[in-house]
């Protein structure tokens, strides 16, 4: 039954058919959203992971003073969109 499920053809249609439900208009500026989002979502993997390492090296040293406050950014060097994070701090562990 989808033996041959993806030629050529098919894909043009499938194409077509997004340019035509979407219009040309709006396509760029989904691209556009989805990369801000990727973006996004990849510096909040990379905080998270650094906050991981961060905290397994306090929880071994001396107690230290407050970090600063982090700021995420949509993209490199924009700051229009950045917003400042208010991460909970846990005053049990100390």
Do not use: C, Y
Request: aromatic content about 4%; glycine content about 6%.
């Amino acid at each position: 039954m989808f033996r041959n499920g993806l030629e050529p053809w098919h894909l043009l249609l499938l194409v077509l058919v997004i340019l035509l439900v979407f219009g040309s208009k709006k396509l760029p500026d989904m691209a556009r959203s989805l990369g801000k989002s990727a973006r996004i979502l990849k510096s909040e993997a990379k905080a998270m992971k650094e906050d991981g390492k961060q905290s397994a090296t306090t929880a071994q040293s001396a107690e230290d003073p407050a970090p600063a406050q982090r700021t995420i950014q949509a993209a490199p060097g924009d700051v229009t969109s950045s917003r400042p994070v208010n991460e909970p701090t846990d005053t049990t562990q100390r």
